[in-house]
């Protein structure tokens, strides 16, 4: 009787994928670094008023310490706990974001300055701020910051992923990054494209198209919405956003974790 229980299931499992794929064509993941204040004000909102989730990759909480009024909790913090409670998910991006000398950073936070210690300390504390504002969530994902997997030379990926700090990771790259040989794809480094600067509305649509038409995986890395780093208009944004949710046939968009998640099991 259990054996036909389990047989029953695995048909039940499969089923659901071969419906999925026969219904979606592209799998969409929409990302966003740095924890910024455009984030909670501007796209989290346009991404409920649609019924949309996506994953942010935070640091340090910006703005944590600016409430003068003891007892009540900072206004970030709240936003941050808002946005889980509302299905996004919330990311480890390190807790101080270090990248290498070259691109400005001040050498303390440096990664040519990092130990393998040091990287391995840093992700552990932040995920234990991801818990406290994310307790419900017990996965957590992975942006490496600039991109960059190395410390000393050394891979980190899966140093993280062997200590159980997290469980898929996501690199960067530019728009040719479509993910299609779902087999071979490393979910520690699982390339991405960094939307910069004055990407046209155009653009981030095309890229979605490439998806679908491919019945593959892409994953985007925005910044600044309306403002701040690597920022595109919110009005693009909103638009983008609206195109995905009127083409729902054609895709899935989810968080990182779970597509990474759904591919993973699809291997062979």
Known sequence: MKRKIIL???????????????TKKGIICLTYDDGLATQLSTAIPQLDSLGLKATFFLNSIQGSSQSDIIGQTPEAVLGWVNAAKHG???????????????????????IDTYSLDRIVDEITTENAILSALDPHRKVRSFAFPCNNV???????????KDKGLVAYARTGGDSTNVITDFKYLNPMQVPAWQVLTGTSLKELIAYAEKVRKTGGMGVYIFHGIGGQIFQIPKETHLLFLKYLKSHEADYWVTTFSEAVEYISKKKP
């Open 8 to 22: 029953l299931a695995i048909l039940i499992a499969v089923s659901l994928i071969s419906s999925f794929a026969q």
């Open 88 to 110: 996004h998910e919330l990311g480890n991006h390190t807790l101080f974001h270090p990248c290498p000398e070259k691109l400005g950073w001040d050498k303390s936070i440096a």
């Open 150 to 160: 190395f410390v000393q030379g050394i891979d980190y990926s899966k140093i993280i």
